[in-house]
């Protein structure tokens, strides 16, 4: 059963641009590189609702937009995310498949991919991006730069790394899911340096965190040299 909680004596030791609030807007995946400052609304529940004080990230994922009945984030039941975050927030995450949302999705430039895990109703009410550089569709991968953005969902509280060079994802697989685009992928990773506030102060460190979630590669650069291959 999925579980955070929010002891400081379990937590690892503690190691811009202007965000606002503002309603969501509608959903919609985006891909683009570089590092990620959060200052555009979240996709809302239904298109036409509005969520005041939840954020997402230009150039990135917009969170999974929440559906009617229980969150999942995996059909094959096998998702999660385990993280240690301290500093600023302290909260050990310990998410299961079932009551977690994810999204998944290819970016070209440079190659990579961002996924986004977010568990609605939680305390603290918390979105993980992540942004995996160098992934190619179905590869497996070692030493991976990682760009990490955490928000608190209904406040101005986000932190971003704000660049690759302070996380690394140290062992990533891919496993094909049914026969489209879309991939299970897991990794396991740490950070060596904190995410800084990107509005006021404070850090926060996620000294370690793993995950499996998806990713769908279509319309993605792989994919069309693929279907260049394969006419």
């Given at each position: 059963?999925?579980?955070?909680?929010?002891?400081?004596?379990?937590?690892?030791?503690?190691?811009?641009?202007?965000?606002?609030?503002?309603?969501?807007?509608?959903?919609g995946p985006v891909a683009a590189a570089g590092?990620?400052?959060?200052?555009?609304?979240?996709?809302?529940?239904?298109?036409?609702?509005?969520?005041?004080?939840?954020?997402?990230?230009?150039?990135?994922?917009?969170?999974?937009?929440?559906?009617?009945?229980?969150?999942?984030?995996?059909?094959?039941?096998?998702?999660?995310?385990?993280?240690?975050?301290?500093?600023?927030?302290?909260?050990?995450?310990?998410?299961?498949?079932?009551?977690?949302?994810?999204?998944?999705?290819?970016?070209?430039?440079?190659?990579?991919?961002?996924?986004?895990?977010?568990?609605?109703?939680?305390?603290?009410?918390?979105?993980?991006?992540?942004?995996?550089?160098?992934?190619?569709?179905?590869?497996?991968?070692?030493?991976?730069?990682?760009?990490?953005?955490?928000?608190?969902?209904?406040?101005?509280?986000?932190?971003?790394?704000?660049?690759?060079?302070?996380?690394?994802?140290?062992?990533?697989?891919?496993?094909?899911?049914?026969?489209?685009?879309?991939?299970?992928?897991?990794?396991?990773?740490?950070?060596?340096?904190?995410?800084?506030?990107?509005?006021?102060?404070?850090?926060?460190?996620?000294?370690?965190?793993?995950?499996?979630?998806?990713?769908?590669?279509?319309?993605?650069?792989?994919?069309?040299?693929?279907?260049?291959?394969?006419?």
């Amino acid at each position: 059963m999925a579980s955070d909680s929010t002891s400081p004596a379990a937590q690892a030791p503690p190691g811009g641009p202007t965000a606002r609030a503002a309603p969501a807007g509608p959903a919609g995946p985006v891909a683009a590189a570089g590092p990620i400052a959060p200052a555009e609304p979240i996709a809302p529940a239904q298109p036409g609702t509005t969520a005041p004080g939840t954020f997402a990230l230009p150039g990135t994922l917009t969170p999974p937009a929440a559906t009617e009945g229980p969150a999942n984030c995996l059909t094959s039941g096998d998702g999660y995310l385990r993280a240690r975050v301290a500093g600023a927030l302290e909260t050990r995450v310990n998410w299961s498949n079932s009551g977690m949302r994810c999204q998944g999705e290819a970016r070209d430039a440079p190659p990579g991919v961002r996924l986004s895990f977010q568990r609605p109703g939680g305390k603290p009410d918390l979105l993980f991006v992540f942004g995996l550089t160098g992934v190619r569709e179905g590869r497996p991968a070692h030493a991976v730069a990682t760009n990490l953005t955490l928000i608190v969902q209904g406040t101005d509280r986000i932190y971003g790394t704000l660049g690759d060079s302070r996380c690394t994802v140290d062992s990533l697989s891919q496993r094909r899911l049914g026969s489209g685009k879309n991939y299970r992928l897991e990794a396991r990773g740490f950070c060596t340096q904190p995410a800084h506030a990107v509005r006021g102060e404070g850090v926060v460190l996620v000294s370690t965190f793993e995950f499996a979630g998806i990713v769908n590669y279509e319309g993605s650069q792989d994919a069309a040299e693929t279907a260049r291959a394969n006419p």
